[in-house]
């Protein structure tokens, strides 16, 4: 089984400020691990993946993600917000390898980070 | 090169109607996925499909069926629509272990 659980369903930074979206997921198997924006009536857009290569990723947008196996996280940093960042921002977890049945197709989302940047 | 393309964007349907979504995707993926998504509660995950003529239920399957045919297509069908089922739909595809690609969503309004 996985799951992923998003601390804080809203973020508020000013402009300039560091942006962190924190994201804690569960799965019996090693997992891949994305984080995704959704600007307002638009759909899904994805900004970085883990896929078991480099655990600092880096993204679109000055954006970029540490995986902590230990910690079981993948929080999404940015160093200076911008005001075109406010949007709602999703982290996901897959499987990363087959562990039975069809489990492997399904991509669980967290329940989303609503970011609000201050002038 | 569509991508993931979601018919139709917008649609009112009466309590006790049916109707189909359509979804298709023309990158060869194999694994697509149906999601609903409403204000506080993420995008929930209805129905997935690993490959044609393999489909299982997800987080929410109740009022809703699915059939994958072809590689290309996947459509949702809600037997019997309720009010509860007003919300944005999105379709996925993506190839394993990598990430999905989205339709732009059907905003789905029962009364």
């Known amino acids: 089984a996985q799951s992923v659980t998003q601390l804080g369903s809203h973020v508020s930074v000013s402009e300039g400020a560091l942006v962190l979206l924190r994201c804690n997921y569960s799965?019996?198997?090693?997992?891949?691990l994305f984080w995704y924006v959704q600007y307002p009536n638009q759909g899904l857009q994805l900004l970085l993946k883990?896929?078991?290569?480099?655990?600092l990723v880096k993204g679109i947008n000055g954006f970029e993600a540490e995986f902590k196996k230990s910690e079981t996280s993948f929080h999404l940093t940015k160093p200076s917000a911008h005001m075109s960042d406010a949007a709602e921002y999703f982290c996901?977890?897959?499987?990363?390898?087959?562990?039975?049945?069809?489990?492997?197709?399904?991509?669980?989302f967290g329940q989303g980070t609503i970011l609000t940047v201050h002038p | 090169n569509a991508g993931v393309t979601q018919t139709p964007k917008f649609q009112v349907l009466k309590t006790g109607q049916s109707m189909t979504l359509q979804c298709a995707q023309d990158m060869n993926h194999e694994y697509m996925s149906w999601y609903r998504q409403d204000p506080g509660m993420g995008l929930r995950l209805i129905h997935y499909s690993v490959g044609a003529g393999i489909t299982d239920q997800g987080e929410v399957p109740n009022g809703y069926n699915v059939s994958r045919s072809t590689t290309e297509d996947f459509p949702l069908r809600l037997l019997s629509a309720a009010p509860s089922q007003t919300s944005v739909y999105f379709c996925?595809?993506?190839?394993?272990?990598?990430?999905?690609?989205f339709g732009q969503g059907t905003r789905l309004t029962v009364v």
């Open positions: 996901a977890v897959s499987e990363a390898r087959h562990a039975g049945g069809t489990s492997y197709g399904k991509l669980t």
């Open positions: 799965s019996s198997v090693p997992p891949y």
């Open positions: 996925a595809s993506r190839r394993a272990g990598t990430e999905a690609f």
């Open positions: 883990y896929t078991s290569a480099a655990t």
